[in-house]
C-alpha cells in the first residue's frame, strides 16, 4: 500500500493567529504562557488537517523560523546571548530579531537590544532564515526540550508522527563562520550531537525521521559531498529509519551520492527533479524506499491528477510498499485553506488548490493507486473539468499582450547616454549634497491608514473620503521627512497594502485572495496575488499620488515602483507558460508608468527588484539563462526615460556577491542594499569589481526594532568609503518602513541625518 505523508505545514494560522500573537507578545500586552498556549492550539489544529496520513511532520512548527529552531537545538547560540537569562523563548526572539518582548528584558545588558542574527533567503523561496553563526571554537550541546514537547502533543493527539529536522550538511552549509575557519571541521563535533538526538527519538518508539537536506539539489564540490559520506556512515547504526529528503530542484550529479548513502529512504521532489526518478531506480537498493514530491508545494494551482497517475500508477506496480508519496517539499510556502476565500473570483478559485486542498489531492491520488481510479472516479473528473476550464479560458489568454510580447527588440533596454554621461545632468538638475539622504519608500502602516483601508473595501468608506484620508498621511509623512532634513523624500505608500499587491490589483491577468497569506520572516507574512492570465495595465497606477506628494515641497520626490522580476517572484505565477513570458510582459506594463511618472514632472524613479536573486535557479550552470531575461526586463521597464531623470533599484536581504555583474548590467543609476545585518560584509563584492554607478548601502536594520545610533552609521559608511567613492555613495535603510513605529523611524533617521551631516564634515 502505497504511503503518503507530509514535509511540513504552513504554520501561521489560516487567519494569521500566530503573527497577531507574536507581535502581541513583544509589545507586552499577552504573556509568554498565552503565546506558548497559542503555538499548542495551533500545531493541535494542523495536525488534526493532516490527519488521513500515513505520517505527519512533528517539530515543523516554529515561533519564528525552523533553521534557527535548529541552532538552539544544537546549542548553537551567539556569544552575545549566551549569558541572558530567563526563559529559552526570550533569548530566542533575541537572536531573530534582536529583542524579546520589553517585559522579558530583564537586566540592562539586553534592554536595549542585541544585534540580530544576520536574516536570509530560504534557496529560491521568498522565506527568510536566521543565519547560523560558527567560529572555529564553536561547540554544540543538544536541547531537545522543543522538539519532544511538541512530540509528547503530537503522542496525546494519536498523530502517526514523523519528526522533521534539518540535516548537518545543510545545517552547516546554511551557517556563516564569523572568523576565517572552515565549517566542514565542525562536523566531527556535529556529528555526535545529531546521533545522540536520533537516539533519543528512537527511545521514543519512533520510526521515520524526515532529515531535510535540500543543498542536495545545489552543485556540490568534493570536500562536501565527502560530508555527506561521512555524516550519514555515522548514523547508519541508529536505530530509527531515516528518511533524506531533498526539494526545490533537481539531484542530477547528486544523484549515486544520495543512492548510496545508508539511509532507509529518499524523498525527491518529483515537480522540479522528475527526470532524476529513472536513474535512481536504477541506482537505488532494492530495500530502500522511495518518496515523490509529486504535489506542488510552491505554488496554488491545482494538480493535474489524472496526469500525474498516468505516470505515477506503473511505478507504484514496481516498487509497491517501497513508494511513498507526498507534496514536493513542506506547504510552508503556500496559504492554509481555499476554502477560507469568500470573495476570490470564482472562477480562479476553481482552479487552484491552497494547503489543505493539496492534501486532499493526495487522499485522492493515494486512493486511486490503492484501489484503482474508479473508486475516486467522481472527484478525479472534477479536477479534470477544472484543468480543461482552466486552458481554455480566454481570461487567461490576450491576442493583443502576445502582439506586443512581438514587437520587443534590444533598444527598449538601452537607456540613451551611458551613466558616466547621465550621472552630470542629474547632479545639475537635483542639487544634491554628498552623501545624499533618502528612505527605501514606505513609512509607518498605522493604525488609522489600516482603519480607512478597512472601511474603504468594506464600503463604510467613500472614495474621496479614502482620497483624502491617504492624502493626510502623505502630507504627514513629507511634513516628517523635511523636519528631518532628508535629502530625497517619498510618500509614504499610504495608500498600499503590499508592494507586490497594490500593482496587481491594478493589472489586468491578476486575481486576488482574502486570506492567502504565506510567512516571509517571523510575524511577517504576504498575501502573493495571483497570475493568472497574460498581463496589461489599464491606466496608471501611481502618478496622482506622486504627483500630489511632490506638490507638498520643493526637494526631489521619488516614484515608487515595483519591478517586473519582483512582481513575478513574489507573484504565485501561471505554470502553463516560461516564466520569462510572463516577466516581460510585467516589464512593458510598468514601463508604461514609469514614462507616465516622467512626463508627469518626476525625476527620482525607484523600481525596486528586491526579489531579483532569489529567482535565480540553484545551480550555477543554470544561472546565465534566468539572468539574460530578468536583466532584461528591468532594462526594459527602465531605459526609456531622459538622461535627467534618475533610475533607482533596491534589493534587500540577498547575497550577490556573486551575481554582481548582472546587477552592474541593469544599468541603474543609484542602487540600495541591505549591509547592516552583515556588517557591510556585502559590499566585499565591490573589492574585486569596479562598480560604475551610484550605491546606497543600508545602514539601518529596519527589520529589528533597535535604534541604530549616529555613531554606528558613521563607522558603517567609512567602512563603504573603503570601497566606494564618497561621491558615489548615498546614506538610506536597508529596506522600507512599513513594519516600524513612528516613534522608532524618527530617532532612527534624525540620527541617519545626522551621520550624513558628519561624513559631509
Not at 522565506?127 to 554544540?140: D, G, L
Not at 555526535?192 to 556540490?220: F, G, H, R, S
Not at 546606497?696 to 566606494?724: F, T, W
Request: aromatic letters at 8%; a negative charge.
Amino acid at each position: 500500500m502505497t504511503t503518503i505523508h507530509n514535509l511540513g505545514f504552513p504554520r501561521i494560522g489560516a487567519k494569521r493567529e500566530l503573527k497577531f500573537a507574536l507581535e502581541s507578545y513583544w509589545k507586552g500586552e499577552t504573556s509568554r504562557n498565552e503565546l506558548k498556549s497559542l503555538g499548542t492550539t495551533l500545531r493541535k489544529h494542523h495536525w488534526e488537517a493532516q490527519s488521513g496520513l500515513n505520517l505527519v511532520p512533528v517539530g515543523d512548527f516554529s515561533f519564528y523560523d525552523q533553521v534557527l529552531d535548529m541552532s538552539f537545538t544544537l546549542g548553537n547560540l551567539p556569544e552575545r546571548v549566551r549569558d541572558f537569562h530567563g526563559d529559552a523563548l526570550d533569548n530566542y526572539f533575541r537572536v531573530a530579531r534582536g529583542r524579546s518582548a520589553q517585559s522579558a528584558e530583564e537586566h540592562a545588558a539586553c534592554c536595549g537590544g542585541v544585534a540580530a542574527g544576520e536574516m536570509t533567503k530560504w534557496f529560491d523561496t521568498n522565506y527568510h532564515y536566521i543565519v547560523p553563526e560558527f567560529n572555529a571554537n564553536t561547540e554544540f550541546k543538544l536541547d531537545t526540550s522543543r522538539l519532544l514537547e511538541h512530540l509528547a502533543e503530537a503522542r496525546a493527539q494519536d498523530v502517526k508522527a514523523k519528526p522533521v529536522i534539518i540535516g548537518p550538511v545543510t545545517y552547516l552549509a546554511l551557517g556563516k563562520a564569523k572568523d576565517d575557519s572552515d565549517k566542514l571541521a565542525l562536523l566531527p563535533r556535529l556529528l555526535p550531537v545529531y546521533a545522540q538526538l536520533l537516539e533519543i527519538l528512537a527511545a521514543q518508539d519512533i520510526d521515520w525521521v524526515q532529515v531535510d537536506e535540500p543543498i542536495l539539489v545545489t552543485e556540490l564540490d568534493n570536500k562536501w559531498q565527502e560530508a555527506f559520506k561521512t555524516a550519514y556512515d555515522y548514523f547508519k547504526n541508529v536505530k530509527v529509519k531515516l528518511l533524506l529528503a531533498t526539494y526545490f530542484g533537481q539531484l542530477l550529479e547528486n544523484r549515486e551520492l544520495v543512492a548510496s548513502l545508508p539511509v532507509a529512504g529518499l524523498h525527491i521532489d518529483a515537480i522540479n527533479g522528475r527526470e532524476d526518478i529513472q536513474p535512481l531506480l536504477n541506482l537505488l537498493p532494492a530495500e530502500k524506499v522511495l518518496s515523490l514530491g509529486v504535489i506542488n508545494g510552491r505554488n496554488i494551482w491545482k494538480t493535474d491528477i489524472n496526469a500525474v497517475l498516468d505516470w505515477v500508477e506503473p511505478l507504484a506496480q514496481q516498487l509497491g510498499d517501497r513508494l511513498w508519496i507526498a507534496p514536493s517539499c513542506s506547504l510552508l510556502h503556500v496559504p492554509v485553506d481555499l476554502d477560507s476565500e469568500q470573495r476570490l473570483d470564482g472562477e480562479v478559485k476553481s482552479w487552484l488548490a491552497f494547503a489543505m486542498q493539496k492534501l486532499d489531492e493526495l487522499k485522492i491520488l493515494a486512493a486511486a493507486l490503492r484501489n484503482g481510479r474508479a473508486s475516486v472516479k467522481q472527484a478525479l473528473d472534477a479536477n479534470q473539468a477544472a484543468i480543461e476550464a482552466r486552458g481554455n479560458s480566454h481570461r487567461v489568454n490576450n491576442p493583443a499582450v502576445k502582439a506586443a510580447l512581438g514587437e520587443l527588440n534590444a533598444a527598449l533596454g538601452q537607456r540613451k547616454s551611458p551613466y558616466a554621461q547621465r550621472a552630470p545632468k542629474q547632479a545639475a538638475s537635483l542639487k544634491l549634497p554628498l552623501y545624499p539622504t533618502t528612505t527605501i519608500g514606505s513609512f509607518p502602516q498605522t493604525p488609522d491608514i489600516r482603519q480607512a483601508r478597512s472601511q474603504f473595501k468594506a464600503g463604510t468608506l467613500d472614495e474621496t473620503g479614502y482620497k483624502a484620508a491617504m492624502q493626510d498621511e502623505i502630507a504627514r509623512s513629507v511634513r516628517e521627512q523635511e523636519a528631518l532634513g532628508l535629502d530625497v523624500l517619498v510618500h509614504g505608500e499610504a495608500e498600499r497594502n503590499d508592494m507586490v499587491e497594490y500593482f496587481g490589483e491594478q493589472l489586468e491577468g491578476y486575481a486576488f485572495s482574502q486570506y492567502g497569506w504565506v510567512q516571509s520572516y517571523g510575524s511577517r507574512c504576504v498575501k502573493p496575488p495571483i497570475l493568472f492570465g497574460d498581463i496589461s495595465r489599464p491606466r496608471p497606477m501611481t502618478v496622482e499620488w506622486i504627483k500630489y506628494a511632490q506638490s507638498l515641497t520643493s526637494k526631489p520626490m521619488k516614484g515608487m515602483l515595483t519591478g517586473p522580476v519582483t512582481i513575478l517572484n513574489w507573484s504565485f505565477v501561471r505554470d502553463d507558460q516560461p516564466r520569462s513570458v510572463s516577466c516581460y510582459q510585467l516589464a512593458l506594463a510598468i514601463r508604461a508608468e514609469v514614462l507616465d511618472l516622467e512626463k508627469a514632472g518626476v525625476h527620482v524613479i525607484q523600481i525596486d527588484e528586491a526579489a531579483l536573486r532569489e529567482g535565480l535557479p540553484l545551480r550555477k550552470s543554470q544561472w546565465k539563462e534566468y539572468l539574460d531575461w530578468a536583466v532584461e526586463s528591468f532594462r526594459i521597464t527602465a531605459n526609456g526615460v531622459e538622461d535627467e531623470t534618475q533610475i533607482h533599484t533596491h534589493m534587500c536581504y540577498s547575497e550577490f556577491n556573486d551575481i554582481i555583474a548582472s546587477i552592474a548590467d541593469m544599468d541603474a543609476d543609484v542602487i540600495t542594499i541591505e549591509t547592516s545585518r552583515s556588517d557591510m560584509e556585502l559590499l566585499d563584492a565591490f573589492d574585486n569589481f569596479n562598480y560604475p554607478n551610484e550605491i546606497g548601502p543600508g545602514v539601518y536594520d529596519i527589520h529589528s526594532p533597535n535604534i541604530p545610533s549616529q555613531e554606528h552609521i558613521v563607522q558603517l559608511m567609512k567602512k563603504a568609503a573603503e570601497r566606494i567613492p564618497a561621491e558615489r555613495l548615498w546614506v538610506n535603510p536597508d529596506c522600507g518602513l512599513k513594519t516600524r513605529q513612528w516613534t522608532e523611524a524618527i530617532p532612527a533617521l534624525t540620527n541617519m541625518v545626522a551621520a550624513a551631516k558628519t561624513l559631509r564634515a
